[in-house]
Structure formats: structure tokens, C-alpha cells
């Protein structure tokens, strides 16, 4: 017997004649696909409105997909097995239907949001978790049900599909001027408060949180307040691991991530030009923390001149660091023992948005550094104009290994709030060989790949280049920092 169960709700704002047929339809054809369903039909009661009749059905139905569907099927019913499909296949969470050819209005998109049914097309897929949370939360008694849904789906951080079905005109469509006034209805209810707030930020604990972009699996969410970007769920790792102190050394040298791609000179001359911002800061006898060690190549600088030490939480990257003859440990920072003195400076190069707790993270480091200890840190700045530019192309990638990208605005009063004192921001600058950059402009401007391969004979290998980063120095002060404790005892900061 299929694990999969299915509840179709079908409301009825008036006489239906058609329901008969429709009923038949829909049972018929459900039981090819081997589902476990019920179908329920809605009437009025006591002069309740559609939304009224959605969220009595909702409540009683107990499927793991629940769909709503209008009586006289204006669409084919193969769609609800469609819509089945993506919500059993993890790829969505609440799927819309829309009519082929059919645009959504401009109006509306600027009023809710840039994902929308379409207003005459009814059928509206969701999963049992995703019915509870947003049918429950829904407050309109017409029409405008779906438009609040959808409002909602956003606001909340659910995946969203629309599927494209070929239908007719529906009974129920809903007019242009009906819609605005929904819209201003749903925005006015949430200014009020009407709704449940949604998980807030996990870097300010603002509620101005909304769906960015959705890629595979995942939502990015993004803050209205801190302009930083974080995915809507968290892949949850095992922070209890042991530290792991084993110094056993490896021959073969293993390449990490990206850097595959990039010749090593190229590393070096990175690495070379982030330890002069570093040397600035230190004396001779410094010691010095690298968190995410990656192959190593800064360890190698740094350990020429200082006392060097690396936590790295993947343990083939701590293997190769160890290779060099490197002091690497396999760990992460919660579980990092020093068991030597303070730190007099901690390092991290796009490691810091890889940190699912900030706060922790900060208040951590800054144990581990003494009083006037160095924090330097590299990251994006999703402020900045290369990142805004490029964001929508590489969202994806960004998002392969990174939790949050942090705005330079946010990182500044984080760091302040954590108990650092900003010494200078500037770009971060890195050395990208000839082949990596051949590559990158062949893959997203094929035409240009001629021109940019006879202008890079001219200039030097590798070739110095800004990347949308932004470099910090801060200094740790004295005393404690800002305890947040007692705001994210109220409500966990990550979504749903």
C-alpha cells in the first residue's frame, strides 16, 4: 500500500452541477495512481465565505498532501497528480496552479509577493505541515484566500511551485480590483500583527524576514533590516564530536574545494598578501589561530614567522594541512580545547558564513583571543556592488557551502555587539590565475572568450583581482559582550 495519502477539499460557493462528474473524474483517475485519498466537499455553513470553508476542511483532513480543487475542474485532473509528485518528491512544499500564458499582475506582485497563483485557476497543493501552519494562519472569509496563502507561503519560508496547466476560466476567478483589495487587506492584517511573526534573523532577530530566491532543496531567506542573506533551513551537523588531536601525516597532498581549480602560486601570493594585513597587527612572538585551514598554504606562510595553529571541521582538509607539518586540528570552534596560552590573533577567509550561530561563534573567539587579541575575517558583503550584480547568476553556489552572507552594515554592529572594536574595512583582494579566469568567462560569456584570452597574454599570471569581498580587522575589547541569551530564549532565531 502506498505511504503516500491524499485529501482533495473541494468548496462550493454555490449550486455546482457539475460536481457529480467532477467527483467521478477525480476518484476515478486517483485510484490508478495507488494513493491512499478522501474526498471532501465543502459547503457553506452559517454564511461562511471560501477561506472560512478551506480552513474547516484543512482541519479535518489527515492526508500528507492536501489539495484544493474547484467543482467544475476547469483543469485536468492529471495536474493533481502533478502537484502530488512535487510535494512527495520534496521539491516543493506548497504548489500553485497557473494557466498557461497567463502573467501575474504587477500590481499585486508589489503589494505581496513575486510568487502568486493565479487568480483563476484554483488548484492549490500543500503538505500536511504546510496546511496546518498556513491555512490555520490564513484570516480572509473570501476569495482573496489564495492570495493570503500565497502571502504567507513567503512570509513563512516555504518552497513554492507554480504549475503550468492548460484551463479554462474558472468559476471562481478572481477580478483584478477584488484582488488589490484582498492584497491591502493581507498587508494591513500584517502590519497589525494578525499573522504569526516568522523565525527571525539569526544575525539582527529581526521579524522582517521574506523568501529571496529558492534553489535546489532550500530557500534563501533575506533580512529587510540587515541586508544579509541566510538559507531557511540548516543542514543540522554534530557539533558533540571529540576534538580530534591525531598528528598523523599524509604524503599525498589533497586539494580541497575550489582551490582545485587555481594554480598554487596563485595561492601563495593570496596567502602572502593576507599575512602583510595580519604582520601589521602582531609582534614576533604572536600566536596565531587559523579557523578552516582549507590546504594550508596560509599555515605555511604564517608558521615562517609565527606560532601558528588550525581547526579545520573537514578531516581531509586537516589531514593535508598536517602533511606540511602543520599544528591542524580536526574541529570545530564550540569543541576547540586551547591548551596554550590566549591567542593574539584568530583568522578566518570565507569561513565565518559557513557558522550557523554568529553569536556563538563570536563570543567563542573571543575567549580564545587575550585582551588587544586580533580578529581578522573575509567575507562577502551583500551590500556591495559586485555581489549585486553577480547575485542572482551564482546564488546557487554561493549557497553550496555557505549558511549566511552577511551585509557590511550587519557584520560591524555584530562584531561590535560581540565585544570587538572595528580597526579598519577594506576589499579583499585575491590572485586568480590566467586559466581560472579563461574558464569563468568562457562559462557565462562565450563571445568574449577570444578577446579576454589574447588581453590576458598582456597582463601578468597570476593577476590580482577584487571578487565583491570585504576584509575587517577588529580588535577584541575588554569585558563581556552583548548577551543575547535572553532574546533567543523567546523564539528560535532559524526558520520554522
Known amino acids: 500500500m502506498s505511504s503516500t495519502s491524499v485529501s482533495i477539499l473541494v468548496p462550493l460557493a454555490g449550486p455546482a452541477p457539475e460536481l457529480p462528474s467532477t467527483l467521478e473524474t477525480i476518484e476515478r483517475y486517483l485510484q490508478t495512481t495507488g494513493f491512499a485519498f478522501d474526498i471532501r466537499v465543502l459547503d457553506r455553513r452559517d454564511g461562511a465565505g471560501y477561506g472560512a470553508m478551506i480552513r474547516r476542511g484543512a482541519a479535518d483532513a489527515g492526508g500528507s498532501v492536501v489539495i484544493i480543487v474547484d467543482p467544475d475542474l476547469p483543469y485536468p485532473v492529471s495536474a493533481i497528480g502533478d502537484a502530488v509528485a512535487l510535494i512527495e518528491s520534496g521539491a516543493a512544499e506548497v504548489v500553485f496552479a497557473r494557466r498557461e500564458g497567463c502573467r501575474d499582475s504587477i500590481v499585486l506582485r508589489s503589494l505581496l509577493v513575486s510568487i502568486l497563483?493565479?487568480?483563476?485557476?484554483?488548484?492549490?497543493?500543500?503538505?500536511?505541515?504546510?496546511?496546518?501552519?498556513?491555512?490555520?494562519?490564513?484570516?480572509l472569509r473570501g476569495g482573496g484566500f489564495d492570495l493570503e496563502a500565497a502571502y504567507l507561503a513567503n512570509k513563512y519560508g516555504f518552497r513554492i511551485e507554480r504549475l503550468t496547466v492548460r484551463a479554462g476560466?474558472?468559476?471562481?476567478?478572481?477580478?483584478?480590483?477584488?484582488?488589490v483589495a484582498s492584497a491591502i487587506s493581507i498587508r494591513m492584517t500584517d502590519r497589525r500583527n494578525g499573522y504569526r511573526a516568522p523565525r527571525r534573523c539569526p544575525v539582527c532577530f529581526s521579524h522582517e524576514v521574506w523568501n529571496f530566491d529558492q534553489i535546489p532543496g532550500n530557500v534563501v531567506r533575506a533580512c529587510s533590516r540587515c541586508k544579509c542573506r541566510y538559507l531557511g533551513r540548516f543542514e543540522v551537523d554534530d557539533d558533540r564530536r571529540p576534538v580530534r588531536r591525531v598528528l598523523r601525516g599524509q604524503h599525498a597532498q589533497v586539494e580541497i574545494g575550489e582551490e582545485t581549480l587555481h594554480r598554487g602560486v596563485a595561492r601563495e601570493k593570496t596567502s602572502q598578501r593576507r599575512l602583510a594585513a595580519l604582520r601589521r597587527h602582531l609582534n614576533s612572538r604572536a600566536r596565531v589561530l587559523e579557523i578552516g585551514v582549507r590546504d594550508g598554504s596560509f599555515g605555511d606562510a604564517t608558521a615562517a614567522e609565527f606560532e601558528y595553529v588550525g581547526i579545520d571541521r573537514a578531516a581531509p582538509a586537516a589531514r593535508a594541512a598536517r602533511s606540511r607539518g602543520l599544528e591542524v586540528y580536526c574541529s570545530t570552534v564550540p569543541n576547540f580545547v586551547n591548551t596554550g596560552p590566549a591567542f593574539d590573533a584568530i583568522v578566518l577567509f570565507h569561513v565565518f558564513e559557513n557558522m550557523a550561530d554568529?553569536?556563538?561563534?563570536?563570543?567563542?573567539?573571543?575567549?580564545?583571543?587575550?585582551?588587544?587579541?586580533?580578529?581578522?575575517?573575509?567575507?562577502?558583503?551583500?551590500?556591495?556592488?559586485?555581489?549585486?550584480?553577480?547575485?542572482?547568476?551564482?546564488?546557487?553556489?554561493?549557497?553550496?557551502?555557505?549558511?549566511?552572507?552577511?551585509?557590511?552594515?550587519?557584520?560591524?554592529?555584530?562584531?561590535?555587539?560581540?565585544?570587538?572594536?572595528?580597526?579598519?574595512?577594506?576589499?579583499?583582494?585575491?590572485?586568480?590565475?590566467?586559466?581560472?579566469?579563461?574558464?569563468?568567462?568562457?562559462?557565462?560569456?562565450?563571445?568574449?572568450?577570444?578577446?579576454?584570452?589574447?588581453?590576458?597574454?598582456?597582463?601578468?599570471?597570476?593577476?590580482?583581482?577584487?571578487?565583491?569581498?570585504?576584509?575587517?580587522?577588529?580588535?577584541?575589547?575588554?569585558?563581556?559582550?552583548?548577551?543575547?541569551?535572553?532574546?533567543?530564549?523567546?523564539?528560535?532565531?532559524?526558520?520554522?
Request: hydrophobic share 45%; no cysteine; glycine share 4%.
Open 358 to 496: 554568529p553569536h556563538d561563534a563570536l563570543a567563542r573567539m573571543k575567549d580564545l583571543l587575550k585582551p588587544g587579541g586580533v580578529l581578522l575575517l573575509s567575507t562577502f558583503d551583500t551590500e556591495g556592488l559586485v555581489y549585486l550584480i553577480t547575485e542572482r547568476r551564482w546564488m546557487t553556489q554561493n549557497f553550496r557551502t555557505h549558511l549566511i552572507l552577511y551585509s557590511r552594515s550587519a557584520l560591524i554592529e555584530l562584531l561590535e555587539h560581540s565585544g570587538f572594536e572595528i580597526v579598519s574595512i577594506g576589499a579583499e583582494l585575491a590572485y586568480r590565475d590566467h586559466r581560472f579566469l579563461r574558464h569563468s568567462v568562457a562559462t557565462r560569456w562565450p563571445a568574449l572568450a577570444p578577446l579576454v584570452r589574447v588581453l590576458l597574454k598582456m597582463l601578468p599570471d597570476p593577476l590580482l583581482l577584487f571578487s565583491g569581498s570585504i576584509r575587517i580587522v577588529a580588535k577584541r575589547r575588554a569585558g563581556a559582550p552583548v548577551n543575547f541569551s535572553a532574546i533567543r530564549s523567546v523564539e528560535p532565531t532559524h526558520a520554522r
Open 169 to 179: 476560466t474558472s468559476k471562481r476567478a478572481l477580478g483584478f480590483w477584488r484582488s
Open 117 to 139: 497563483p493565479d487568480p483563476s485557476v484554483q488548484l492549490k497543493a500543500f503538505s500536511s505541515d504546510a496546511a496546518r501552519l498556513l491555512i490555520a494562519e490564513s484570516k
